[in-house]
Structure formats: structure tokens, C-alpha cells
């Protein structure tokens, strides 16, 4: 997969051979033939024909051209290149030397280019200067506007991989109509019933069953269109199939090993779990390992062989049970990993008891909660319900208003059966979580208009009881589970996301300076998302076979949608909408926590002020007033787009920033660094190491709560442990989920994370590179207070009792950066997984 294409690369030698290679022309910035710059003669890149090919797609050829000069052009603002090859190349940059009255001058391209056949205008690619719109040269201006119309395209018919086209499509690729209507999905975007953000447009024919929705791609096919530059490198690609090719394996073996065991699908003990994570089979001596290197792909062989104690066809040791096989069932524990975990951005401060609901009562009856002070008082040691809420110290995960209008469906048409939550838990003085209770609600099939049935479990060690509290608590994992994935991680970041990159690319110039600061943070998004859409979260998908509200998963989302606000994905508004801060002017982030040890929010409120000192830097470099925010055409276009078509079923909203001042643009940019880099680093990375071992984080449930009196209740007092896996998620599910989620938390070897560039010569000019400079130190120094953080025994939330210390959101700096895999570690600068 990583390997150069030498069919193509020996016709375009041929091709050179006729005379037909490949040619620039330079643009002149500063002296004019009619609207447009004056144009130099071709020039053609040298010595193609003789240089050596790498085997590798990964490395770089570099060509001379020489340009037969014309000082009465003046200095080049751009340059128009046309590939009369057979074949596209990927350009990178592109460096003049010796600019009369100049020096040097760079063109950062990073772009493939196809033949000129393929597109009806010419490649224009610009100088690394930026300008906003009324400071553009005059002789550019044009090319500039051209540009933005190519990118948008007229609309109309299936794009193809050459096509540079970003537009926008609803969420209507998703379901299968034709095998029936069991793999139906409606349409999400567009309509008040189902809200959603906008996703990139493929052009692709109607279902033949349902015109309403696109027709898909074969099952298996991974060629979805998505503009060829937003699509992954050959690296990055090799490593995905790689990974994926490896999940496989360790989900058939245990399959095909299974057929013989007296439960099929399921684990009979907690060490058959284990099992999937220990033996392995042995590697190949070093003359053999030699051979075999001859006959595959590099990326392919080094994940399969591994040299980092990951053995061949068996799971890696998920980092929750690598100290201790059974710290994870602790009621400490799973408090802590609350804050700290896979999901810690839900935990909100209780400021009333009992819990009450928003659900519109005429329709889902009275679903406030059932729990009592009794409930409660039993396990607070004296304290009494309402001094813990006077004292900030009574947190709640709250899963039922998200959930229970869809409990019924999903128990009724899947093979789910489970329950709307909601857990309490008590900040503790050594700064810790304690349980108090889980209520487990169930809608009145009889008579709706009474709203919930609830059962409130509280925290017990032995016996039936502490098997109940234990399958309690699984259930509450579950809804985490679900809820996590298709809001906190999907929705929230890699759909929220796919409307600004749309936008961006179609409103604002290369030229510009908010591209320039955004485009970094968009990388590989759109293509990880159009995937998620073929094989994850599309109907019959591996999502919805692992994921707990099943068909339901990604309508659920646009339910919740509904109620999403652009400004509370700030992290300080996030914060204090939750309830877990309160304002003091006091402290650098302007904020206090309540739980004072809550990792996420402490690593992520230093490397949230860092992003926003950065952007206030640059910004304030380019827009010394709000007046020229409000009179840059480009800017205000792209902010009228955003809402109006890729976030178009909110624009009305009241909430969204009014982009009239300089306040408007750097809290904007700031939120959309944030989410796409440290928020998705937090909800993502996280994944295996925590939900790798699925018990901890079960993602789906197969029975209720078992009844006394019954063959289930028997069970679980006689062998709970059986009884817990009979309930939580199956044996091919459990393989399957981890499978995808082994491939989600890895880091490429060609990541690029927070604080780096992709390239020294980004920008031409200099404050902003030097404003740069300094927030990648502030990274540094950030990091090295996490690791600080982490060592400190008085923080019992940055390790816990599974010793898995906090460092989701240690930001680029160390040795990781370089090796990608389950590190654990490092902040991407995109959603790019």
C-alpha cells in the first residue's frame, strides 16, 4: 500500500520522451496584463526521465526548473502548473531561488495534481504570503477568486477523485433500503424531526428503493469520494489497512476457537477474557524475518511483527488491566475514571434533589427521579443530601433524559435490553468519587402518562447484593458507552467538525489568513468521517452490531443535537455549564473547579488558555480592529455559509457568535482548534486503554435486571461472574468492538500534533511564526506539569487504583510523537482518526 506506483511512473517517462512533462509558469504579484498578472514562459521540471524512482511513496524526489527570467514580470505572487503526464503527482512545495530584488520565495503546496485533461481550468498554486481579501495584489485577485469557484463546483452530478469539489450533502448514505426495511435510516439533516450537520457532498445516483437517500458503495469499497487532498497519504493508509488487517485475525481466531466451546458467543469466565490478550504466536527468526520483509508491505509486516511487546493475533494488553486484573470493578474506580476516562465530559454538579427531568412531560409522563434521602444518607457517612448540595460536593452522570425516549424502540427492535441512567456520586475530602447510587429507569409500557419505572440500587460488597451493585454499575457503563460514542465522540468532534472544513475550503483563499490558521486542525477528517459512514455507522454497521442503541445509534445522535450549542464547546463554558466550576478572576483560566482533581479539565483548561493565546497573537496580527473583521468579504461569506448551510438546521439559533468584532473570531477559532484537536484527543485515545477490556466498559446489555425468583437471579448468586458476562456484550461483539477500537486509538506514524507544522515555511511572515514559537514552548512546559501532576500521590484521580496515570492530553513533546501506536498520549492537530 505504500509502495510507488512503477507502471505509472515508467509512462510518464514515456510520456516525457514526446515532449510531454511537466510545465510552470510563473504569476507576477505586481504588474498586470488586463485583471491578471503577467505570465512568464513555461518552464518544465528536469531530468524526469533519469531520476531514480524510490520504491517508498513516502519519499521525497526533488526536480530542478530553471526560469528563463523576465524582470519586467517583478516579483511572483503564483504560479500555474500543468501535469501533461499520464499519471497525478503529489506536489509539496516549491522553492525559488534567486528572486531578482527578492531572495528566496516558497509555495507550500501539498496537493495532488492530475493531467490536465482532468480539470477545466488551470492549477494555480500561491506564494506563502497571506492577505486579506482588499490587501490581495491586484494582479492575483482574480486568480484568487477563480480558485474559491472551482473549489465550490456547480452542484451537479457524482464527483470523482480528481474533482476538487467541496459541497455539502444531509446524512441520506447511511441506510440500505434495498435489503429491506430493517436497514432503513432516515434522512438526518434538513428537517425539524431530524436536525444534523452537514457532511461532504459525493454526487453518487438515488437509492433505487428510496430517491430520498444516496445509493451506496459496495460494502467493502474504501474508495468514497472526498477531495483527493483531504484523503490519507499512502503512509497513513498503509498503516490503517495494516491495523485493520491485523483486528481481523484476532477476531476470527477466537470465533473459530469458540465453535468448540460449550457456549458459543460467550465467555464462561472472566479468564476466558483474558485469555484473548495473552499467549500469542511465535515470531520468525531474524534470516526468516529478513526474507519476509522482501515479500511485503513494510507498515504491514511492522504491525504484524511487532517489536513492542504486542504479540502477533492477540490483542495488546488493554493499560486498565496491565497492573491489576481486578482494580477496574472498584467503586473508586469507576468514579474516578468518570473524571478521567474515556467520557470525562458528561459529570455535572447536582444542584437539586431529587434529580429532576426535562423531558416534556405530556408526552413521556413525569420522569423525574425515584431516589430518596434514604437511598442516599446510608453510605454518606452522617452527611446530610442537602449539605452535600450546599457544598458542591453531589455530582451526577445523568443518562436518562438522552436515552429513555428511545428505551422503548431500542428493547423492542434490537437484541438490547437496557435501561436510562443516572448515577450519583459524592466528592470525597481526599478529592475522589464515591458511588452513591444508580437508578435504572424503564418507560410504563401500560400507562406512558406515569412516566418512568425506576429501581434505585446502592453500593454493597458481598454477596447477591454486591453482584447486583456490580451489574448496577454495568449498566450505567453501558449507557456511558453508547453515549460516548455517538455524542461525546462522534458528534461532537468528527461531525461538528466536517462543516467548517466544507466552508473553509470553499470561502476562504489559501491567501487567507483564518485558512492558514484553521487548515492545519483539518487534516484527514473528512476522509476518517466518509469511512465511518461506509462501514461504521451505516446501517448493519460495525457501530451499530457493538453499540448498544443499535439502528437507533445515529437518530439518537440528531435527537441530541438538537440541544447542541456552538459556544458551550468551549471548554470554560463547558465547564460551567456543567456545574463542576464557577467563576474567579483569580486564576489564570478564569475559572475554579469544584473537583479541584479532575484531570481532563486541568490539563485541558492550561492547553485550552494556550490555544487561545496563540490565536489572539495571530488574529490580533491581521485585525487590528473590528472594523476590518466586519468588511473582510471572505470571512463574513464563510461565517454566512456555516451557518446557513453546514450547521443550516441551527442557524437561527441565538447563540452563534455574530462575527462582527475581533472577540467574535478569536473565540470561534479557538473552539474549533479545541475540538479538533485536546477535546477528540481526549474522547478518543482513551479508548483502548480503558474500553479494550470490555468488562470495564461494557457497550451493550442482553438482559435486565434479573428478578428474585428466577432461573437469572439464581444464577447470579450462585456464579455472578457468569451471570455479568451473560448480561453485558457477547463474545463476537466484545471482539469486534475492541477490534475497532484497537484501530481508533492508535496514533499514525505520520502524525503531526499540537504545536507542530507539517512544514518550516507555513507563512512568510514572521511575527506569526514567532507567536507560533511560543505556544509550541507553552506545550512544552504544560506537559511537563502533567507529568508533574501524574506523580504527585496526593492527585488519587491522575492514576487510581488500576495505575494508569492521566496523559491523554500530554500535547507533542516527547518520544511518542515519533513511533505511533497505542501510546496513550499526544494531542493530534486533527480529528485525523
Known amino acids: 500500500m505504500d509502495s510507488t506506483d512503477l507502471w505509472a511512473s515508467f509512462v510518464d517517462r514515456v ?17 498586470a496584463n488586463g485583471s491578471r498578472g503577467k505570465l512568464g514562459k513555461p518552464a518544465f521540471l528536469e531530468k524526469w526521465i533519469s531520476r531514480l524512482t524510490s520504491l517508498t511513496a513516502e519519499d521525497d524526489v526533488t526536480f530542478d526548473v530553471n526560469f528563463d527570467w523576465d524582470e519586467s514580470i517583478g516579483v511572483p505572487g503564483a504560479f500555474i502548473i500543468r501535469n501533461h503526464h499520464h499519471s497525478q503527482f503529489y506536489i509539496k512545495t516549491v522553492t525559488l531561488e534567486d528572486v531578482p530584488g527578492h531572495g528566496q520565495l516558497h509555495f507550500v503546496c501539498n496537493s495532488w495534481v492530475y493531467p490536465v485533461q482532468r480539470y477545466k481550468y488551470d492549477r494555480v498554486f500561491f506564494v506563502n504570503k497571506t492577505y486579506l481579501p482588499c490587501d490581495t495584489p491586484e494582479p492575483l485577485r482574480l486568480y484568487r477568486e477563480e480558485e474559491l469557484i472551482n473549489l465550490r463546483g456547480d452542484g451537479s452530478g457524482m464527483l470523482k477523485e480528481w474533482d476538487r469539489v467541496y459541497d455539502y450533502a444531509f446524512y441520506n448514505d447511511l441506510g440500505s433500503p434495498e435489503k429491506g426495511s430493517g436497514y432503513a435510516r432516515p434522512v438526518l439533516g434538513g428537517s425539524e424531526e431530524y436536525p444534523y450537520p452537514r457532511r461532504g457532498r459525493t454526487g453518487r445516483q438515488p437509492n433505487k428503493k428510496d430517491p430520498m437517500s444516496e445509493r451506496r458503495l459496495p460494502l467493502l469499497s474504501l474508495n468514497i469520494y472526498v477531495p483527493r487532498d483531504e484523503r490519507f497519504n499512502q503512509v497513513k493508509f498503509s498503516d490503517f489497512i495494516a491495523y485493520a488487517l491485523k483486528s481481523l485475525g484476532q477476531v476470527l481466531l477466537p470465533e473459530i476457537k469458540s465453535i468448540t466451546d460449550k457456549t458459543f458467543n460467550e465467555f464462561d469466565s472472566f479468564q476466558d477474557v483474558l485469555d484473548l490478550y495473552d499467549g500469542g504466536v511465535k515470531l520468525p527468526d531474524d534470516h526468516n524475518l529478513t526474507k519476509l520483509r522482501q515479500c511485503v508491505s513494510w507498515e504491514l509486516l511492522r504491525e504484524l511483527l511487532r517489536s513492542d511487546g504486542e504479540k502477533f493475533l492477540k490483542f495488546p494488553v488493554p493499560d486498565v488491566i496491565k497492573e491489576d486484573k481486578t482494580a477496574w470493578r472498584t467503586d473508586i474506580e469507576f468514579g474516578r475514571e468518570v473524571l478521567a476516562g474515556v467520557n470525562p465530559v458528561v459529570i455535572r454538579r447536582l444542584e437539586e434533589f431529587p434529580p429532576t427531568s426535562k423531558l416534556d412531560p405530556e408526552k413521556y409522563g413525569n420522569q423525574n427521579s425515584s431516589m430518596t434521602r434514604e437511598h442516599m444518607e446510608k453510605n454518606m457517612n452522617g452527611i446530610r443530601i442537602y449539605e452535600t448540595i450546599e457544598q458542591n460536593k453531589l455530582f451526577i452522570l445523568d443518562h436518562h433524559d438522552a436515552l429513555m425516549p428511545y428505551i422503548e424502540r431500542i428493547n423492542k427492535d434490537t437484541n438490547t435490553r437496557t435501561y436510562a441512567t443516572r448515577t450519583l456520586l459524592l466528592l470525597q475530602d481526599d478529592g475522589t468519587l464515591k458511588p452513591l447510587a444508580i437508578e435504572l429507569s424503564l418507560p410504563n409500557f401500560q400507562n406512558k402518562e ?60 489559501v491567501l487567507h489568513p483564518i485558512y492558514k490558521l484553521l487548515h492545519p486542525h483539518f487534516r484527514d477528517t473528512m476522509n476518517i468521517n466518509a469511512l465511518a459512514r461506509q462501514i461504521l455507522i451505516n446501517a448493519g454497521g460495525i457501530l451499530e452490531t457493538t453499540v448498544f442503541p443499535g439502528r437507533y445509534s445515529m437518530e439518537m445522535s440528531s435527537f441530541i443535537y438538537k440541544y447542541w450549542n456552538f459556544t458551550e464547546q468551549a471548554l470554560p463554558a463547558d465547564l460551567l455549564k456543567r456545574g463542576v466550576a464557577v467563576p474567579d478572576p483569580s486564576q489564570p483560566s478564569g475559572l475554579r473547579l469544584l473537583i479541584e482533581d479532575y484531570p481532563y479539565a486541568v490539563d485541558g483548561l492550561e492547553i485550552w488558555s494556550a490555544i487561545k493565546d496563540w490565536v489572539e497573537e495571530y488574529c490580533s496580527f491581521y485585525y487590528h480592529s473590528d472594523d476590518i473583521v466586519q468588511g473582510d468579504s471572505e470571512l463574513q461569506s464563510w461565517w454566512k455559509e456555516l451557518l446557513e448551510k453546514g450547521h443550516g438546521d441551527l442557524k437561527d439559533k441565538p447563540w452563534w457568535p455574530k462575527m462582527q468584532t475581533r472577540d467574535d473570531l478569536m473565540e470561534t477559532c479557538t473552539i474549533i482548534i479545541w475540538v479538533a484537536t485536546a477535546l477528540h484527543a481526549a474522547v478518543n485515545f482513551g479508548q483502548y486503554p480503558y474500553a479494550g477490556y470490555l468488562p470495564n466498559r461494557p457497550t451493550l446489555s442482553r438482559r435486565l435486571m434479573p428478578e428474585q425468583d428466577t432461573p437469572e437471579y439464581a444464577e447470579l448468586e450462585s456464579n455472578p461472574d457468569l451471570a455479568i458476562l451473560k448480561t453485558i456484550t457477547a463474545q463476537f461483539q466484545t471482539l469486534l468492538g475492541i477490534s475497532l477500537i484497537e484501530i481508533l486509538s492508535r496514533h499514525s506514524t505520520d502524525e503531526i500534533y499540537l504545536g507542530q507544522t507539517d512544514t518550516p515555511e507555513w507563512t512568510a511572515d514572521i511575527i506569526p511564526k514567532q507567536a507560533f514559537m511560543r505556544f509550541s514552548a507553552k506545550l512544552v512546559n504544560i506537559e511537563q506539569r502533567i507529568i508533574s501532576r501524574n506523580n504527585d500521590k496526593r492527585l488519587k484521580n491522575r492514576v487510581g487504583p488500576v495505575n494508569v496515570p492521566y496523559t491523554l492530553l500530554y500535547p507533542n513533546t516527547s518520544d511518542y510523537s515519533r513511533r505511533g501506536g497505542l501510546t496513550g498520549k499526544g494531542v493530534p492537530n486533527s480529528v485525523s482518526i
Open 15 to 31: 510520456h516525457e520522451l514526446f515532449g510531454k512533462g511537466v510545465s510552470l509558469q510563473l504569476i507576477s504579484a505586481v504588474h
Open 450 to 509: 406515569q412516566g418512568a419505572i425506576s429501581r434505585v440500587f446502592t453500593p454493597a460488597e458481598h454477596g447477591i447484593e454486591g453482584s447486583i451493585w456490580q451489574l448496577a454499575k454495568a449498566y450505567a457503563a453501558v449507557n456511558d458507552s453508547g453515549y460516548h460514542q455517538m455524542i461525546s465522540h462522534w458528534l461532537n468532534t468528527h461531525a461538528m467538525i466536517e462543516p467548517f472544513i466544507i466552508a473553509t475550503n470553499r470561502q476562504l483563499s
